[in-house]
């Protein structure tokens, strides 16, 4: 399974970007997926993740109502869509994909994800 993330840039304050997580391999390998972001200094966190039908999302608090997430399934291709952007959401942000069904409290953590990406960087000025 390889995941290819991509889409990160500098952007000000306030502005959007979308990130794509294009993956290859069995669709099994992929039942969820996610986004995870590392900040300099700090450690990897969770950020958002969706099903294999697209149909239960889950996002981290700091960005609930600013990210939506979404999987194109023909194109085997995540997004990750960022809007009101702030600085304190630079960081690499990394897309992961689990093999098998993740609950709620399952997704938010990053041992439970099995295949990663390489990262993409994303700065926020101010």
């Known amino acids: 399974v390889q995941l290819q993330a991509s889409g990160g840039g500098l952007v000000q304050t306030g502005g959007s970007l979308r990130l794509s997580c294009a993956a290859s391999?069995?669709?099994?390998?992929?039942?969820?997926m996610g986004w995870f972001r590392q900040a300099p200094g700090k450690e990897r966190e969770f950020v958002a993740a969706t099903n294999l039908g697209g149909g239960s999302t889950y996002f981290a608090d700091s960005v609930k109502g600013r990210f939506t997430i979404s999987r194109d399934k023909v194109k085997n291709t995540m997004y990750l869509q960022m809007s009101g952007l702030k600085p304190e959401d630079t960081a690499v942000y990394y897309c992961a994909t689990s093999r098998l069904g993740l609950i709620a409290s399952e997704v938010r953590r990053e041992g439970n994800y099995d295949y990663w990406g390489q990262g993409t960087e994303v700065t926020v000025s101010s």
């Open positions: 391999g069995p669709p099994f390998s992929r039942y969820v």
